[in-house]
T-cell receptor, first 117, second 113 residues
Framework: DTGVSQDPRHKITKRGQNVTFRCDPI?????LYWYRQTLGQGPEFLTY????????KSRLLSDRFSAERPKGSFSTLEIQRTEQGDSAMYLC???????????????FGEGSRLTVL | QKEVEQDPGPLSVPEGAIVSLNCTYS??????FMWYRQYSRKGPELLMY????GNKEDGRFTAQVDKSSKYISLFIRDSQPSDSATYLC?????????????FGRGTSLIVHP
């Protein structure tokens, strides 16, 4: 399977603990996105990378959240001191975006579901 | 007010019906308009997209954009139970730069046999 893969698929943790999610994008894709989705809502943008550079972060991304994409390959999203409000599906997506090209075709993984007790 | 508004439904129709799904938006800079489909416990997948105003057809699916009204639609002809999913509209400004797709909340569609 050469799609976007995310790990773990489901994480249950206690409030105050740290969690880390991993995303492996489609290998030739240069952009990698993190979105958060809660029940009954659409995906909300968190941050994105162009190769290894983190180019934009949403105001939703508090100081407790950090994302990395070393060497422009896989990415990790870490949440420190989790709160119950962090419970959501964390979606990773990747795209091959050329200069001046269409930026809207994102390939999503199946998501990592976080439950904070 | 959110930039993209979408009725969450659910919308329940019999098999074979024509389905109309809609979104409104407020940002006049949006130029690309997309429809994603999301099955339960799966990530969204792109169905089709249009650039600026007009219609685009792909099999049983037709996307329409009315920029003057800031209103987009997705029509599904001869709906099938396998079309049951959440349909998300998404939009971006013109290509280039750091433009990020903004999603609606999705409309849940149920097609019953």
């Amino acid at each position: 399977d050469t799609g976007v893969s995310q790990d773990p698929r489901h994480k249950i943790t206690k409030r105050g603990q740290n969690v880390t999610f991993r995303c492996d994008p489609i290998s030739e894709h240069n952009r990698l996105y993190w979105y958060r989705q809660t029940l009954g809502q659409g995906p909300e943008f968190l941050t994105y990378f162009q190769n290894e550079a983190q180019l934009e972060k949403s105001r939703l991304l508090s100081d407790r959240f950090s994302a990395e994409r070393p060497k422009g390959s896989f990415s990790t999203l870490e949440i420190q001191r989790t709160e119950q409000g962090d419970s959501a599906m964390y979606l990773c997506a990747s795209s091959l975006t050329l200069e001046g090209g269409f930026t809207g075709e994102l390939f999503f993984g199946e998501g990592s579901r976080l439950t904070v007790l | 007010q959110k930039e993209v508004e979408q009725d969450p439904g659910p919308l329940s129709v019999p098999e074979g019906a024509i389905v109309s799904l809609n979104c409104t938006y407020s940002n006049s800079a949006f130029q690309y308009f997309m429809w994603y489909r999301q099955y339960s416990r799966k990530g969204p997948e792109l169905l089709m997209y249009t650039y600026s105003s007009g219609n685009k057809e792909d099999g049983r699916f037709t996307a329409q954009v009315d920029k003057s009204s800031k209103y987009i639609s997705l029509f599904i002809r001869d709906s099938q139970p396998s079309d049951s999913a959440t349909y998300l509209c998404a939009m971006t400004p013109p290509s280039g730069g750091s433009y990020i797709p903004t999603f609606g909340r999705g409309t849940s569609l149920i097609v019953h046999p």
